[in-house]
């Protein structure tokens, strides 16, 4: 009987871990979304095109997007960076 009790003891401390690591997960994924969001926000306003994300280079994309320093500090300070 003890050892059955181990058994059920080890699965519920199993499925309290599991539960744990799956709000974890969820709240990464929902922080990920909200930075994707900020992403194409800010992309939007620098007005920066698809071409741009997709392929050309980052030395490409600086010479021609106009972001201030002040924006990219506004926009980390955001993140709590």
């Known amino acids: 009987v003890i050892e059955g ?5 080890d699965m519920i401390t199993f499925l ?3 539960d744990v690591i799956k709000n974890r997960i969820n709240k990464l994924v929902n ?3 909200e930075v ?3 992403l194409i926000e800010l992309f939007n306003k620098i007005e920066v095109d698809e071409r741009k994300w997709l392929g050309e280079t980052a030395e490409n994309v600086e ?6 320093q002040d924006e990219i500090d506004r926009l ?6």
């Open 16 to 18: 309290e871990f599991q």
């Open 31 to 33: 922080v990920l979304k």
């Open 5 to 9: 009790q181990g058994v059920c003891f």
């Open 76 to 81: 980390l300070k955001e993140f709590g960076l």
């Open 36 to 38: 994707e969001q900020h």
């Open 63 to 68: 010479k021609e997007t106009k972001t201030s």
